[in-house]
């Protein structure tokens, strides 16, 4: 006499298969959500863009030293200064920008939205 269909003990074995797949992979969902969440707060790109901004204040530094060496003072206002480059610097981060103080001929990076970054 042939029988059809699954046995008590092949349900029960499926079944228990089937739970340590599902367990395996809510621990690899978790241990992943927890490195992505750990990789937003350490936000190393940020930090290099961050380091390519400042980079590029930089550069703007070196080039108002060079006119201030050349005239004898310091560019009279913020446009002259963009004027010294050959175009405007592009930030990596969106909405960073540059302050300038004539009197000193210092320059400051300006975060808008450090999130943004």
Same mark, same amino acid.
């Given at each position: 006499?042939?029988?059809? *269909? ?20 809510? !621990? /690899?969902?978790?241990?992943?959500? @927890?490195?992505?969440?750990?990789? !937003?707060?350490? %936000? +190393?790109?940020? %930090? =290099?863009?961050?380091?390519?901004? !400042? ?6 530094? *070196?080039?108002?030293?060079? /006119? !201030?060496?050349? @005239?004898?003072?310091? $560019? +009279?206002? @913020?446009?002259?200064?963009? *004027?010294?480059?050959?175009?405007? +610097? %592009?930030?990596?981060? $969106?909405?960073?920008?540059?302050? /300038?103080?004539?009197?000193? *001929? ?5 975060? =808008?939205?450090?999130? %943004?970054?």
């Amino acid at each position: 006499m042939s029988q059809r *269909g699954f046995g008590f003990i092949e349900i029960v074995i499926v079944m228990a298969v089937v739970a340590v797949a599902g367990f395996l992979l809510m !621990q /690899y969902f978790s241990s992943t959500a @927890k490195t992505v969440e750990k990789l !937003q707060q350490d %936000r +190393p790109l940020a %930090r =290099t863009k961050l380091a390519a901004d !400042q980079a590029t204040l930089t550069s703007v530094q *070196g080039l108002v030293r060079n /006119y !201030q060496a050349e @005239k004898g003072q310091w $560019p +009279p206002d @913020k446009a002259t200064v963009l *004027g010294l480059l050959a175009s405007a +610097p %592009r930030f990596q981060c $969106p909405g960073n920008d540059f302050e /300038y103080e004539a009197a000193t *001929g210092a320059l400051s990076l300006t975060i =808008t939205d450090d999130a %943004r970054c």
